[in-house]
Nanobody, 116 residues
Framework: QVQLVESGGGLVQPGGSLRLSCAAS???????MGWYRQAPGEERELVAT???????NYDDSAKGRFTISRDIAKNTAYLQMNRLKPEDTATYYC???????????WGQGTQVSVSS
């Protein structure tokens, strides 16, 4: 089984930045990875994905502010979040998919709070 550990969350003021990390227990080569978030009382939603081929997709709310990336050598994916807004407040979860096996894994989440 793949273990995913998110880190980098915290409390930040509106307009601030955070970089979330997702460390995987195995190589992330040939995997699809994504970041999702869930606010209290709301459904989990897609924020950004990066495919094994390197293509990226963003939710409209993240476009122009967030950047998903990965470092294969470090087995780690990142979500750089800039110009944060209060509505970005949520628990952020990392997801890893192994396409050839149809397997998906989730981390435990890291809390992001944007408030004055």
């Amino acid at each position: 089984q793949v273990q995913l550990v998110e880190s980098g969350g915290g409390l930040v003021q509106p307009g601030g930045s955070l970089r979330l990390s997702c460390a995987a227990s195995r190589s992330i080569f040939n995997t699809n990875m994504g970041w999702y978030r869930q606010a209290p009382g709301e459904e989990r939603e897609l924020v950004a994905t990066i495919s094994s081929g390197g293509s990226v997709n963003y939710d409209d709310s993240a476009k122009g502010r967030f950047t998903i990336s990965r470092d294969i050598a470090k087995n780690t994916a990142y979500l750089q979040m800039n110009r944060l807004k209060p509505e970005d407040t949520a628990t952020y979860y990392c997801n890893l998919e192994i396409p050839v096996h149809g397997l998906r894994y989730w981390g435990q989440g890291t809390q992001v709070s944007v408030s004055s």
